[in-house]
């Protein structure tokens, strides 16, 4: 049972409402995650916006949603492993790439790098060392890059924690953590 009320545009009222209208026709659904951050129209706007902001970049859409992917299995959020993944496979990647990006792994060495730089941010709270930069810096990511990794990291474990704390109902195809695969 999740632990708040969920909105939707006709429940919502004010700065919410307007939010998940814009949400319902971006999507053409506006989903429970959603429904739930609608209880603070400040947590919503900041959460959309992140959103907003990332959905370019230097990063592929691919990558962004593999380590969706990965940081979701290595938070236990069921909700943003399947979401991520259904929106990994739109983004065209293969379901193999998919359970290699959940596992932190990937045959493409960029994309290992990037896998392997995300996930230690996660483990260690940021707490990085010279050669995590380089090893990302030796595939060829740039700065710029770098810093949105980072920064996909940041909105992912904020989507993850909302998730998992609020039990968010999973309203995308159940997939299995890693932990209970």
Same mark, same amino acid.
């Given at each position: 049972?999740?632990?708040?009320?969920? %909105? *939707?545009?006709? *429940?919502?009222?004010?700065?919410?409402?307007?939010?998940?209208?814009?949400?319902?026709?971006? %999507? /053409?659904?506006?989903?429970?995650?959603?429904? =739930?951050?609608?209880?603070?129209?400040?947590?919503?706007? &900041?959460?959309?916006? /992140?959103?907003?902001?990332? +959905?370019?970049g230097?990063l592929?859409?691919?990558?962004?949603?593999?380590?969706?992917?990965?940081?979701?299995?290595?938070?236990?959020?069921?909700?943003?492993?399947?979401?991520? *993944?259904?929106? /990994?496979?739109?983004? /065209?990647?293969?379901?193999?790439?998919i359970?290699?990006?959940?596992?932190?792994? &990937?045959?493409?060495?960029?994309?290992?790098?990037?896998?392997?730089?995300?996930?230690?941010?996660?483990?260690?709270?940021?707490?990085?060392?010279?050669?995590?930069?380089? +090893?990302?810096?030796?595939?060829?990511?740039?700065?710029?890059?770098?810093?949105?990794?980072? =920064?996909?990291?940041?909105l992912?474990?904020? *989507?993850?924690?909302?998730?998992? +704390?609020?039990?968010?109902?999973?309203?995308?195809?159940?997939?299995?953590?890693?932990? &209970?695969?």
């Amino acid at each position: 049972m999740n632990r708040v009320k969920l %909105f *939707t545009p006709t *429940t919502a009222a004010g700065d919410s409402k307007v939010l998940l209208e814009q949400i319902n026709a971006a %999507f /053409g659904v506006v989903p429970a995650m959603f429904q =739930a951050v609608a209880n603070s129209p400040v947590a919503l706007k &900041s959460m959309w916006g /992140g959103f907003g902001a990332v +959905a370019g970049g230097s990063l592929s859409p691919k990558l962004k949603e593999q380590l969706a992917v990965a940081i979701a299995d290595r938070n236990d959020c069921e909700y943003c492993l399947a979401a991520h *993944t259904a929106l /990994g496979r739109k983004a /065209g990647a293969t379901p193999q790439e998919i359970a290699e990006a959940q596992a932190g792994r &990937s045959a493409d060495p960029q994309t290992a790098a990037a896998l392997t730089f995300a996930l230690k941010i996660v483990e260690t709270r940021a707490q990085l060392a010279d050669a995590d930069f380089d +090893a990302v810096r030796r595939v060829g990511f740039s700065d710029e890059a770098i810093v949105e990794i980072i =920064a996909h990291v940041a909105l992912n474990l904020f *989507t993850n924690y909302v998730n998992v +704390a609020l039990r968010v109902p999973v309203d995308f195809p159940h997939v299995k953590l890693r932990k &209970s695969a």
